[in-house]
């Protein structure tokens, strides 16, 4: 039997992120901004992976999450520095930044200009004339997780960010491909789903590290010897050691 199903979740996913907009602020829990970003990505990969050819709605979902990213990395950031009262100096600044950024999301340009896009890939996806097959669907899923995991196998200890990077989104296109056939209740996936949230984990501890010490350097760029920074700089980097050691094993 041919269906939409897959077109109306997207849509779901997509009236979330529209429903989730005016609730992004600086002074909001942070898992608002996150579940925004989350049902932006979800459809974008659904779209990536079963709709090749809807390039440019993919690319317009990725315009608009990629506004995100700074805010996002931000309140990572400051969920790491457990120790407010050690890192008062470091947290005020990084507060400071990350409220700036938030600003810039939650004025009504942006907020307009997002739900409106939303709303017009919305219309698009209504007007969409593929059909797939449940067994299709679960195929494609399939296809895609022995895919990340083939690359999961070939990473070794001279692998680069570039390759890790394409490993982390070939795990979040089975996880959010996997989901999806799962909360369609077309097959039983938590197994799988796991694993790719378990893999996710490992990429996203060394993606979160490496931010935070880009963002330190730029915080700190006239400090370069200041003894807090590198106290800091140092502990990052000895995370992210093990964080990739982690990662090979």
Same mark, same amino acid.
């Given at each position: 039997?041919?269906?939409?199903? #897959? ?28 579940? +925004? ?12 992976? +079963? ?30 520095? %457990?120790?407010?009262?050690? &890192? ?16 810039? @999301?939650?004025?009504?340009? +942006? ?19 593929? +059909? ?15 895919? &990340? ?7 070794? &200890? ?30 039983? %996936? ?9 893999? =996710? ?5 060394? =993606?979160?590290?490496?931010? =935070? #010490?880009? &963002? #330190?350097?730029?915080?700190? %760029?006239? %400090? ?5 920074? #590198? ?9 992210? @050691? ?8």
């Amino acid at each position: 039997m041919k269906t939409k199903v #897959l077109a109306d979740y997207i849509i779901r996913e997509l009236n979330k992120a529209i429903n989730t907009l005016p609730k992004i602020d600086k002074n909001s829990d942070i898992e608002v901004l996150h579940e +925004f970003r989350v049902s932006i990505r979800k459809s974008r990969s659904l779209i990536k992976l +079963f709709f090749k050819k809807e390039k440019t709605i993919e690319e317009e979902l990725k315009e608009i999450v990629t506004q995100t990213n700074i805010q996002r990395e931000l309140d990572i950031f400051l969920l790491s520095l %457990e120790n407010k009262k050690r &890192s008062q100096n470091l947290y005020s600044k990084i507060k400071l930044q990350r409220d700036k950024a938030y600003n810039k @999301i939650c004025s009504e340009e +942006f907020r307009n200009k997002s739900k409106n896009k939303l709303l017009n890939i919305i219309r698009k996806i209504s007007n969409f004339e593929y +059909f797939y097959t449940n067994k299709s669907l679960i195929k494609t899923a399939y296809k895609q997780y022995k895919k &990340s995991q083939k690359r999961f196998k070939s990473i070794d &200890s001279d692998f680069s960010s570039k390759q890790l990077h394409k490993i982390r989104i070939a795990f979040k296109q089975s996880h959010y491909a996997l989901q999806f056939i799962q909360d369609s209740k077309l097959k039983n %996936e938590n197994k799988k789903i796991r694993r790719c949230k378990k893999v =996710q984990n490992y990429f996203g501890k060394i =993606q979160d590290l490496t931010n =935070q #010490l880009d &963002s #330190l350097k730029a915080i700190y %760029e006239n %400090e370069a010897k200041n003894r807090k920074y #590198l106290k800091h700089i140092k502990k990052r980097e000895e995370k992210l @050691i093990k964080a990739k050691e982690k990662l090979l094993k």
